[in-house]
């Protein structure tokens, strides 16, 4: 527990360094498993390189996964509504309570 503190007051700190250093847009994120092949061949490439190259450098990305923070794929939405991160991705199955949408609960 102490090591997910710290590790969440690390990252907390570090954003609010990276956006105080520079005028650029720098963004938190937070991706699913960094095992998953959803991860390796679509998340990570999109937020580190692809949005960076696109917008010639005015967006920056800070990007982990849950896993390597620590956390529940379930905390994801939780941390996300508190501001630590700016973009959270994590399975749907994961977050039914904090995002009903994703239960199919507005589907008629």
């Known amino acids: ?6 590790g969440l007051t690390m990252t907390a700190l570090a954003a609010g360094l990276t956006q105080q250093a520079s005028a650029e ?18 998340e990570k490439p999109f937020w580190t390189e ?5 917008s010639d450098g005015q967006i ?9 923070m620590g956390i529940e794929g379930s905390d994801v939405f939780t941390y996300l509504k508190n501001g630590l991160f700016n973009v959270g991705m994590t399975f749907s199955d994961y977050v039914g309570g904090e995002a009903p949408a994703l ?3 507005t589907c008629r």
């Not at 692809?50 to 696109?54: E, F, Q, S």
């Not at 920056?60 to 390597?68: E, G, K, L």
């Open 1 to 6: 527990m102490k090591k997910m503190l710290l």
């Open 25 to 42: 847009t720098s963004l938190n994120v937070v991706g699913t498993w960094s095992a998953v092949s959803l991860h390796k061949n679509f």
């Open 50 to 54: 692809t949005l960076p190259k696109a």
């Open 60 to 68: 920056q990305v800070q990007m982990t996964t849950f896993d390597q």
């Open 103 to 105: 239960e199919g609960s």
